[in-house]
């Protein structure tokens, strides 16, 4: 028999990941044998053109979307082993979310909106991790505002910190700054950012941006839902390099 040893260095790893749909000649595959590894306190970027398959790998990892094939291991729990309950519930705790539409509930303040998935989980925020949390997004004076009473900008900090308010496992971002000006832009991205290298949170963020991917520690290319690239330690520079010679080659 083997055992699986779980490295502490990987937050989740995808095994001959695929995912398709529809049938015969009008099949899709929106993935197909993607195997990556996404370490562990590390903010990790997807780009790609669009079509390429990445939401479609955010939602596998995320449990969000079941794939048609291969595996995914978040920490020790392979997903596909999960039943609809027990996916839920991982989806509830262990990970977190930020897309683009902020998806904030207009009825309630800042506050409660970061507060709301532990509220619904039953569970006690941490107080000092939740001030720590607030503290860095910088909206202590908005907490009792309405998202109607806030910018865009300060909108989607709230959302970052409803992803962090439970100290999940992952925080997967779709798309976060798609919505936003350059400036509340790098306030989002800045934030993410530290709370990969302050508080040691694994991201995984889907962009079009080469800025915001330079954010990153890491970028993976997507093209026809395969890997293609991967860049470490990127610059938006090396980004654009790095899409434009992929482009030629698919060119090509
Ligand atoms: N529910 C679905 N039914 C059929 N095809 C789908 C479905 N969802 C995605 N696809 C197809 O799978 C492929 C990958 O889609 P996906 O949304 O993951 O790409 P993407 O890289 O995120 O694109 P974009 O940058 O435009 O958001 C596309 O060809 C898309 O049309």
Redo the contacts with the bound molecule.
Sequence with gaps: MTVNVVDQAVAIRTMGLG?S??AGETR?D??ADVSVDFGRARFTAIM????????????CLAGLDRPTSGQVMLGDVELSSLGEKALTHLRRDRVGFVFQAFNLVPTLTALENITLPLDLAGRKPDAEWLDKVITTIGLRDRLSHKPSELSGGQQQRVACARALASRPDVVFAD?PTGNLDSRSSADVLGFLHHSVREFGQTVVM?T?DPTAAAYADRVLF?AD?RLRSELLDPTAESVLDTMKRLDTREDG
């Design positions: 995912k749909y529809g899709i929106a993935l790609g053109p669009s079509g390429s398959g990445k939401s479609t790998l955010l939602h798309e889907v079009h997507l839902g």
